[in-house]
C-alpha cells in the first residue's frame, strides 16, 4: 500500500482508523488533526452537490440533502477535477435512496438540474439566421437539415419537470399539475432556460438532433405538431446553429 | 530556461475573480490591479464563464491558479487535465501561473482538497519531475505555493523551506508565498512564522497571497487554524506581510476569499490595505 493510498483510504470512510506517521509538529500523535482534510473533502464535495443540484436541495430540504449528498460522495467521489462535471450520478443514485422513494419524481428532476448545468457551460454558437428559411421552396425545406446548438438539450420524463423545477426555483411560479412534460433546455446567450416542449416537439427535435431531414422529423412529431410553434421557439432561443440545404445525409 | 517575464503581475493588490462581482469590477473606477481566477473553473466549452474571462482579460492582467494538478501526488500527473491546462493558458496567455505543493487526486479519485506530503529525497525527485513536466508543456515558468499545514509527517527528512528551496534550484520554478498559510502553519505545528520566512528562499518569490482562517483546537487543546478562505484576513498575518515586504519589496499581493464571499465593497477594502502594505515598503 502507496503512502498516498494509506492517507486517502480513510478521508472517506470514518471507520478507518486515522493513518501511521503523523504528527502535531511537535512529536505528539496528530490525532483529531487528520479530521480536517475528512471535513475538508466532505464539506467541500456537499457543497459542489448543493451547488449543481439547488431545486433538489429546495424539495427535500437542506439537512436531508446533506445527508443524501454524504452517502454520494462515499459512493462516488469525483473522478475528475472539473467539479463543474461532479454529480452526473447523482440522479441514478436518488432511485436508491429508499427515504426518498415516494417523490418519484426527484431523479429527473436531478436530470434537469444536471442538464441545465451541461447547458451553460456548453460550447457557444453563431445562430442560423430564420432568414435562410425565407423564400425556400417546400422541397428543399423539408430536405434540409438543422443543427441544434451544443448548449440544447431535451429531456423526456412522466414527470411535469420543467413546473415542479420553476415552482422551486422561481417564485412566483404556477403550481405544478400532474403531467408528463418533455423538458426543451434552450440557451440564447448565457443562461439556459428549460421550457416544456409543444406537443409533438420532442419527437421532431430528437429527428433533428439524430441528423434527419426537417421532413422526417416533422413526420416522427405527429398531424397535431405545430411546426410554426416550435420554429419560432427554437429561433427565438438562437438554438438553431446551421441549416444545411445539401442533400446528403 | 523558459521565459520568466511574460510581463508578470504588477507589484499591486489583486483579488481572487468571483463572477458575482463581475460588474461591481467593471464598474469601479479604481479597481484592483490584476485578478486571480481557477483555472478549473474556466475549462468548460463556452458559456458565460469563458465570456467574461475574455473580457476581463482585455482590461486586467490575469494569474491563473490551478487547484485540481496534483502536483505532489505519487501518481503520474492527469494527461487529459495537463492538456486542458495548456489549452486555457494558450488562448489566454496569463500573466502567471500557479499550483499547489499538495496533491488532490490519487487511483482516479479526485478528492478536492489540498493534501500534505511528507518532504524526503524521493518526493522532491517526484515533485521536482511534475514541475518539469508542467513547465516543458505550458512552456513558461510556474510559481508553487507553500501549503497550510494541520500536521506533521515523521517521515519528512528535510524543512518545508528547504524543500521549497530545492524545487526551485532544480526545476526553475518561482515560488508563490502565501502568508496567511505560513502563519496557519506555523501556529499549528508550534513554530516562528517569521524564522520560516527568514528561512525561506525570498528571492524566488513573484506573489504573495494573503487569506483569511478561522480558529478550532487539537485533541490537546492547542490552538488549530483552518486555513478557509472565508473571512477578513487578521492583523497578525497583516503584520507578517509587512514583515515579509520588508524582506522582499514590494511584490503582486492577492486577496483570496472563497467561501461566504462578501461583497465587492467589503473585499476592495481588504486591497486598499494590501496597497497601504505595499505603499509603506515603497516609501
Not at chain 1, 52 to 63: Q, S, V
Not at chain 1, 109 to 121: D, M, Q, T, W, Y
Not at chain 1, 141 to 170: G, K
Not at chain 2, 227 to 238: F, K
Request: glycine share 6%; hydrophobic share 40%.
Amino acid at each position: 500500500m502507496t503512502e498516498q493510498h494509506s492517507f486517502r483510504a480513510p478521508l472517506l470512510d470514518a471507520d478507518r482508523a486515522i493513518p501511521e506517521g503523523l504528527t502535531d509538529g511537535l512529536g505528539r500523535p496528530a490525532g483529531a488533526r487528520y479530521n480536517v482534510y475528512r471535513n475538508n473533502v466532505a464539506v467541500s464535495l456537499t457543497e459542489a452537490l448543493e451547488t449543481g443540484f439547488p431545486a433538489i436541495a429546495k424539495l427535500i430540504g437542506p439537512d436531508n440533502f446533506r445527508a443524501v449528498a454524504a452517502r454520494y460522495l462515499r459512493a462516488a467521489p469525483p473522478t475528475s477535477p472539473l467539479m463543474m462535471h461532479y454529480g452526473a450520478g447523482f440522479p441514478e443514485f436518488l432511485k436508491t435512496v429508499e427515504p426518498l422513494a415516494h417523490l418519484g419524481y426527484l431523479p429527473d428532476v436531478a436530470r434537469l438540474e444536471l442538464a441545465l448545468r451541461r447547458s451553460f457551460h456548453a460550447a457557444d454558437h453563431t445562430p442560423a439566421d430564420p432568414a435562410l428559411l425565407q423564400d425556400v421552396d417546400d422541397d428543399a425545406l423539408m430536405s434540409c437539415r438543422m443543427a441544434l446548438a451544443p448548449s440544447a438539450h431535451l429531456l423526456r420524463s412522466p414527470w411535469p419537470i420543467v413546473s415542479i423545477w420553476a415552482f422551486n426555483m422561481r417564485p412566483g411560479s404556477a403550481k405544478p399539475q400532474a403531467r408528463p412534460e418533455d423538458a426543451l433546455i434552450l440557451r440564447a446567450e448565457f443562461d439556459p432556460e428549460p421550457l416544456v416542449t409543444p406537443e409533438g416537439g420532442a419527437a421532431f427535435v430528437t429527428a433533428l438532433i439524430r441528423g434527419e431531414s426537417f421532413g422526417s422529423a416533422m413526420t416522427a412529431a405527429g398531424d397535431s405538431f405545430d411546426v410554426g410553434v416550435m420554429l419560432n421557439l427554437l429561433f427565438t432561443h438562437r438554438a438553431i446553429a446551421g441549416i444545411s440545404f445539401e442533400d446528403t445525409p | 530556461m523558459f521565459d520568466t517575464d511574460h510581463d508578470g503581475l504588477p507589484a499591486m493588490p489583486g483579488v481572487g475573480y468571483k463572477p458575482q462581482h463581475f460588474n461591481d469590477i467593471l464598474r469601479d473606477a479604481a479597481p484592483v490591479g490584476w485578478l486571480e481566477i481557477h483555472a478549473e473553473n474556466y475549462m468548460g466549452d463556452g458559456g458565460r464563464p469563458l465570456a467574461q474571462l475574455r473580457h476581463l482579460s482585455e482590461r486586467f492582467p490575469i494569474s491563473v491558479h490551478g487547484v485540481g494538478l496534483s502536483i505532489g501526488g505519487e501518481d503520474p500527473l492527469d494527461p487529459d487535465h495537463l492538456a486542458r491546462l495548456k489549452h486555457l493558458v494558450s488562448w489566454l496567455n496569463p500573466a502567471s501561473f500557479s499550483e499547489h505543493l499538495a496533491w488532490s487526486t490519487h487511483d482516479s479519485q479526485f478528492l478536492n482538497d489540498l493534501l500534505p506530503l511528507p518532504y524526503t529525497d524521493t518526493t522532491l525527485i517526484r515533485v521536482a519531475d511534475h514541475i518539469d513536466q508542467v513547465q516543458e508543456a505550458l512552456g513558461r515558468q510556474m510559481l508553487l505555493e507553500n501549503p497550510s499545514s494541520y500536521l506533521a509527517f515523521t517521515q519528512s527528512t528535510m524543512s518545508e523551506t528547504d524543500f521549497l528551496r530545492e524545487l526551485a534550484r532544480r526545476t526553475g520554478c518561482g515560488l508563490l508565498l502565501d502568508v496567511n498559510n505560513v502563519f496557519v502553519s506555523a501556529t499549528n505545528l508550534g513554530y516562528s512564522p517569521i524564522e520560516y520566512i527568514d528561512a525561506y528562499p525570498l528571492d524566488r518569490v513573484k506573489e504573495i497571497h494573503l487569506g483569511g482562517h478561522d480558529e478550532d483546537e487539537d485533541d490537546h487543546g492547542a490552538p488549530l487554524l483552518i486555513d478557509s478562505h472565508g473571512r477578513a484576513v487578521v492583523d497578525p498575518v497583516w503584520t507578517l506581510l509587512d514583515e515579509t515586504l520588508d524582506r522582499t519589496g514590494a511584490r503582486p499581493l492577492l486577496i483570496e476569499w472563497d467561501t461566504d464571499v462578501p461583497d465587492w465593497a467589503t473585499l476592495r477594502a481588504e486591497t486598499v490595505r494590501a496597497q497601504e502594505a505595499l505603499t509603506r515598503v515603497l516609501a
